[in-house]
């Protein structure tokens, strides 16, 4: 008889939460390309949800961690 799992699975969105490009671009002025470093932080905030199974947290949280990685990243090279 094979062998049945009883775990069930849970369908989760593995696509990060957007935030617009404009919004970003005026919430801070850096050196650079404001699409490269949009990318970069929503990259970033992707993998921080993905790093817990995309359970619990905040998205807004996320951003704002990924945001605050990216931006000491910039300003320390």
């Given amino acids: 008889m094979p062998h049945q799992s009883t775990v069930t699975s849970k369908k989760i969105d593995?696509?990060?939460?957007?935030?617009?490009?404009?919004?970003?671009a005026q919430s801070e002025k850096i050196s650079g390309n404001n699409e490269?470093?949009?990318?970069?932080?929503?990259?970033?905030?992707?993998?921080?949800?993905?790093?817990?199974?995309?359970?619990?947290?905040?998205?807004?949280?996320?951003?704002?961690?990924?945001?605050a990685e990216i931006g000491a990243m910039s300003h320390n090279g």
């Fill in 14 to 24: 593995a696509k990060p939460h957007k935030i617009s490009k404009k919004s970003l």
């Fill in 36 to 67: 490269d470093r949009f990318l970069m932080i929503s990259d970033a905030a992707y993998y921080r949800a993905l790093g817990r199974g995309f359970e619990g947290g905040d998205p807004v949280e996320d951003w704002l961690m990924a945001e």
